[in-house]
């Protein structure tokens, strides 16, 4: 995998081709902490294309490229949060008439099409649905983004030994929603 610095480097240079690759290599991880808070695919696209836009004005204030990933998850997460917070202040008045949307095509799979093929991870991403926010953030954060402990608890703000305790419930209690929807996960094979 190419290393960030010298493609970060080349975004703040204005170079449109380094842009789209940080972007392809990132869009679905921000994407899916998007979905995680949000619930809605069109609501998460959205989120993940104003990250982007907020990421790209505040490129220059990012220093090093260890702590990239980190620093862009905690943008989606705080966008997301602060989403959710407005939507609760101000609900939507009406909705859009079906007839009234314009239906956009594309030919390649989406990232939730391409995530909902596999059956083991929406039994995981329904498993995920049952549980407590905090778990499922721990999971989120540490097992799907891949982030470390260390990070998760620099952007939560909490102990790393708090991070820790966290992640081991979370895991149990994935695992015990896991098997209350498919009680065959839990036989032995």
Same mark, same amino acid.
């Given at each position: ?15 449109? @081709?380094? #842009? ?17 808070? @949000?619930?809605? &695919? ?27 990933? %980190? #620093? ?18 101000? %609900? %939507?008045?009406?909705? @859009?008439?079906? &007839? ?14 391409? #995530? +909902? ?11 995920? &649905?049952?549980?407590? +926010? ?19 608890? +620099?952007?939560? &703000? ?24 498919? %009680? ?6």
């Amino acid at each position: 995998m190419e290393e960030l610095a010298p493609i970060i480097e080349r975004c703040r240079k204005g170079d449109a @081709l380094a #842009w789209e690759a940080l972007v392809r290599r990132h869009q679905a991880r921000v994407y899916g902490v998007a979905f995680h808070y @949000l619930r809605d &695919g069109e609501e998460a696209r959205d989120l993940a294309q104003e990250v982007f836009v907020k990421v790209y004005k505040n490129l220059d204030s990012f220093k090093g490229d260890a702590a990239f990933l %980190p #620093w862009l998850l905690r943008m989606a997460r705080n966008a997301a949060i602060d989403r959710i917070r407005r939507q609760k202040a101000r %609900p %939507p008045a009406d909705d @859009l008439q079906v &007839g009234d949307a314009v239906e956009l095509q594309s030919n390649e799979r989406s990232p939730e099409q391409a #995530w +909902e093929a596999d059956v083991g991870k929406r039994l995981v991403h329904r498993a995920l &649905g049952r549980m407590s +926010e905090q778990n499922r953030e721990i999971i989120l954060l540490k097992d799907i983004q891949g982030l470390k402990l260390e990070e998760i608890a +620099e952007m939560l &703000g909490v102990p790393l030994g708090t991070v820790k305790s966290r992640s081991s419930r979370a895991r149990t209690e994935l695992a015990k929603r896991v098997v209350e929807l498919d %009680p065959s996960y839990g036989a032995v094979r």
